[in-house]
T-cell receptor, first 116, second 120 residues
Framework: AQSVTQLGSHVSVSEGALVLLRCNYS??????LFWYVQYPNQGLQLLLK??????LVKGINGFEAEFKKSETSFHLTKPSAHMSDAAEYFC??????????????FGAGTRLAVHP | EAGVTQFPSHSVIEKGQTVTLRCDPI?????LYWYRRVMGKEIKFLLH????????ESGMPNNRFLAERTGGTYSTLKVQPAELEDSGVYFC??????????????????FGPGTRLTVT
């Protein structure tokens, strides 16, 4: 069975500091991995995804994540935090089925606070 | 292109009442998913439609929940009768199928803003 663990339900950083949000997954087969962000009063927005190929993936708003199979991790990073990055971030995993569908398994979410 | 829309944005009902949530997916997306986030917990899958057919309803909590997708367009999720533990945010998502060889695959899901349901 697949599962996702996000370490730290709340993370606080200073503006300009490195953002690191941790995600570890459990999957018996190669997974597809996603990071979604939810800004206040908005829906979930896809930040980036890993399916196959390059293990370092770049997303929107300067975020990137690296798929490390040996560590079963998919941590999200951004070199310099901006006040507008304050939001809740969700890591998710899925499998690709030949039937052409996939349900997402989410972590519990990490709320990022950015202070001046 | 319009995104996934959900209605209402917020619903407050009393225990025992009925509530119907609506989701309009992105036009042309065959796949429609319902998810739910109960306070402080992770977002959990409820069910998945491919066009008008239920592909997977393994996440539906119990028979008080009924989902439909008439004509393969919009979907409704009815809770009858509502209980206190049904409170949470209900998300809808849709995705397109892409052909790869003889098979179809779909992985990028687009989410709506959610409906916050409060049962008192």
């Amino acid at each position: 069975a697949q599962s996702v663990t996000q370490l730290g339900s709340h993370v606080s950083v200073s503006e300009g500091a490195l953002v690191l949000l941790r995600c570890n997954y459990s999957s018996s087969v190669p997974p597809y991995l996603f990071w979604y962000v939810q800004y206040p009063n908005q829906g979930l927005q896809l930040l980036l995804k890993y399916t196959t190929g390059a293990t370092l993936v770049k997303g929107i708003n300067g975020f990137e994540a690296e798929f490390k199979k040996s560590e079963t991790s998919f941590h999200l990073t951004k070199p310099s935090a901006h006040m507008s990055d304050a939001a809740e971030y969700f890591c998710a995993v899925t499998l690709m089925f030949s039937g052409g569908y996939n349900k997402l398994i989410f972590g519990a979410g990490t709320r990022l606070a950015v202070h001046p | 292109e319009a995104g996934v829309t959900q209605f209402p944005s917020h619903s407050v009902i009393e225990k025992g009442q009925t509530v119907t949530l609506r989701c309009d997916p992105i036009s042309g997306h065959d796949n429609l998913y319902w998810y739910r986030r109960v306070m402080g917990k992770e977002i959990k899958f409820l069910l998945h439609f491919v066009k008008e057919s239920k592909q997977d309803e393994s996440g539906m909590p119990n028979n008080r929940f009924l989902a439909e997708r008439t004509g393969g367009t919009y979907s409704t999720l009815k809770v009858q009768p509502a209980e206190l533990e049904d409170s949470g945010v209900y998300f809808c998502a849709s995705s397109q199928n892409r052909k790869r060889g003889p098979s179809f695959f779909s992985y990028e899901q687009y989410f709506g803003p959610g409906t916050r349901l409060t049962v008192t």
